[in-house]
C-alpha cells in the first residue's frame, strides 16, 4: 500500500502497555491507546522520499497490552529476511514513536497516524547516520475510529452469494468472500482502512426474496436448542467446523459486532401467532411471514433466541430490525389497494422492546425504523424510539430526506445516537444519480445535519453493484 507522504512528515501518536521486564520511557501526552490486529501485511519501499514497489511483509505478533514484543520480517532482501526484531524504546525525539532494534543499521517504528485512525510500521536501514538509504511503509488497521467520532457502519449477509462467494466445502478450505481479494481477511482489512466502526450481522434471514440466506425466520447460528430452524447450508458449514459469522468476527477483531436481529418478520414465530388484517364482510387473513408481538409466546421465543446470541457470540450491541406491524402490501399481507386493515397493538411493540432493554442492559441498543413519524405509527414503532440508544431511520435514498427525517429525529430525540441507513444497490428512479453519487451526497447531508453517522446496506451489494471490488475505493470516491 502506497503512503503518500515521507514517514518524517507524520503527525504521530502512541500508547503504552507494560510488559515484563522493560520499563519504557514517558509516554507523549497526546497519547492514545491503540490496538493492533496480529496479521501479515505487505509493504512498498520509501526510497529518499519516492515510493516504489518492493516485496516485503511484515508479520505481527501480538500480545497483551502493546507494544507487541516483537515483529516479524519476510523479505527478498536479505538484511531483513527471518529478522526478528524486538522491542527497545519509545524515540523521544520521534514523538513517542515504538523502536524496535536487533541488527545493526536497521530499526522499525510504529506511527499512528491521528487523522485516519490507521496505524503505520515504517522501517529503515540505516548507512552511518543517514536513514534514506532504504525504507518501507505498510498501513496496518487499528481498532482506533477515525477522529471524527462517527458510526461508520456496515450490514453484512454472511451468505453464500451474498458475502460470500463460496463456502469451505470440506475441512480446512478457506471460504471465498466476494469482497476486496475474495479472503475474509482482505475484506475485513478493507473494513478498517475505510473507517468502518460497526458491523451488523443477521442472526435470522431478513430476506427471502433479494438474498441468498434462505427463508423468513430460519437461523443463521448453531443454535442448540433449535437445531431443526438452522438453514440448512449454515448447518452443513458447522459440520465442517466453519462459522460463517465467527469468521467474520474472529478476523475483524478491533471493530464492534451488533446483532442484527429481524424481529417479528419470522415464520416459524408465525406459526405460533400470525399478524392480522380484517376487512368487512371478508374472513379474517393470518400472515404466515409476520408474527403477532402481542402473542406471550411469540415474545418468549424471540426473547429466548436473542438471549442464546449474545451467551454465544461477542456482540457489544442488538440491532432490532422488522420491530414492527408489516405494511399492507408486505410479505404476504394483503395488497394496499385491499380493503382489509393491518391490526396493530402499538404497545405489545414497546413492551417488547422495553423487555429486551431489560435483559440486555449493557448492550447498545438500536432498531430500524420506518423514516417518517407517520409511518412508524400506522406500523405501531413510533413509541419504541424512547428506549433506544441509536435510531436508525431506514432513509435509504435521499440526501433530502437524510437532512429532513434525520433533523427531525435530532431534534426529538437529542440525547440518541441518530444513524441513518443508508442504500448500497442501484435504485431503477430516474431521481437517482447511480448508487455512487447518491451516496456521497447522503453522507454529506449526514454529517451537515449533524448526526452521529451512518451506515450502509449492505457492504456486499455496494461493491457488488458498483463493481468497485472494495470499499477502500468507493470511500475515495463517496468520502465515506
Excluded at 466502526?197 to 436448542?225: I, M, R, W
Excluded at 433533523?407 to 431503477?428: A, F, M, T
Aim: charged content about 20%; proline content about 6%.
Amino acid at each position: 500500500m502506497r503512503i503518500k507522504r515521507a514517514a518524517a512528515s507524520l503527525t504521530v501518536i502512541t500508547s503504552v502497555g507494560a510488559f515484563s521486564g522493560f520499563t519504557p520511557l514517558a509516554e507523549p501526552a497526546h497519547a492514545q491507546k491503540a490496538q493492533l490486529v496480529s496479521g501479515t501485511y505487505h509493504c512498498d519501499t520509501v526510497k529518499r522520499g519516492v515510493t516504489v514497489p518492493y516485496n516485503l511483509d511484515v508479520s505481527l505478533s501480538v500480545g497483551p497490552g502493546y507494544p507487541p514484543k516483537n515483529i516479524t520480517v519476510k523479505s527478498v532482501d536479505p538484511d531483513f529476511n527471518g529478522k526478528t526484531f524486538k522491542f527497545t524504546s519509545y524515540d523521544p525525539q520521534g514523538a513517542g514513536t515504538v523502536v524496535y532494534d536487533t541488527i545493526p543499521k536497521s530499526a522499525f517504528s510504529l506511527l499512528y497516524l491521528k487523522e485516519n485512525g490507521l496505524v503505520n510500521l515504517s522501517y529503515f536501514y540505516m548507512s552511518g547516520t543517514s536513514r534514506s538509504v532504504k525504507g518501507a511503509v505498510c498501513q496496518i488497521a487499528s481498532s482506533n475510529p477515525p477522529a471524527d467520532g462517527l458510526v461508520r457502519g456496515v450490514f453484512i449477509r454472511p451468505c453464500e452469494g451474498d458475502f460470500y462467494k463460496a463456502f469451505p466445502k470440506k475441512k480446512n478450505d478457506a471460504a471465498v468472500t466476494n469482497a476486496a481479494d475474495g479472503t475474509v481477511a482482505g475484506a475485513c482489512k478493507d473494513l478498517k482502512d475505510s473507517g468502518v466502526t460497526d458491523v451488523f450481522l443477521p442472526f435470522k434471514v431478513d430476506d427471502a426474496t433479494y438474498s441468498h440466506c434462505g427463508q423468513y425466520g430460519e437461523l443463521l447460528y448453531n443454535s442448540a436448542q433449535h437445531a431443526d430452524r438452522i438453514n440448512a447450508k449454515f448447518k452443513a458449514e458447522y459440520a465442517l467446523d466453519f462459522d460463517p459469522i465467527k469468521a467474520i468476527m474472529n478476523a475483524c477483531q478491533g471493530l464492534k459486532f451488533h446483532a442484527w436481529f429481524p424481529t417479528f418478520e419470522d415464520s416459524y414465530a408465525a406459526q405460533m401467532a400470525g399478524q392480522k388484517a380484517t376487512a368487512l364482510l371478508e374472513p379474517d387473513f393470518v400472515s404466515t411471514i409476520f408474527a403477532d408481538p402481542a402473542n406471550q409466546l411469540v415474545q418468549f421465543y424471540e426473547l429466548w433466541l436473542l438471549d442464546e446470541i449474545v451467551k454465544t457470540y461477542p456482540v457489544v450491541g442488538i440491532n432490532l430490525d422488522y420491530i414492527r406491524y408489516a405494511a399492507k402490501g408486505e410479505g404476504d399481507m394483503p395488497p394496499s389497494t385491499s380493503l382489509y386493515t393491518v391490526q396493530t397493538n402499538p404497545a405489545a411493540v414497546e413492551n417488547f422492546v422495553t423487555a429486551v432493554r431489560q435483559r440486555f442492559p449493557n448492550l447498545t441498543l438500536s432498531a430500524d425504523v420506518m423514516a417518517g413519524k407517520q409511518r412508524r405509527t400506522d406500523v405501531g414503532q413510533e413509541g419504541i424510539l424512547q428506549y433506544l440508544n441509536v435510531i436508525m431511520p431506514m432513509i435509504y435514498t435521499y440526501s433530502g430526506d437524510v437532512t429532513t427525517y434525520g433533523g427531525q429525529l435530532k431534534g426529538w430525540y437529542p440525547n440518541k445516537k441518530i444513524v441513518p441507513d443508508l442504500r448500497g444497490w442501484i435504485l431503477s428512479d430516474p431521481a437517482s444519480n447511480g448508487v455512487i453519487t447518491d451516496l456521497q451526497s447522503s453522507v454529506a447531508a449526514a454529517k451537515n445535519a449533524g448526526l452521529a453517522g451512518y451506515a450502509i446496506f449492505t457492504y456486499e451489494s455496494l461493491i457488488a453493484q458498483s463493481t468497485i471490488p472494495t470499499l477502500k475505493s468507493i470511500k475515495d470516491k463517496t468520502r465515506y
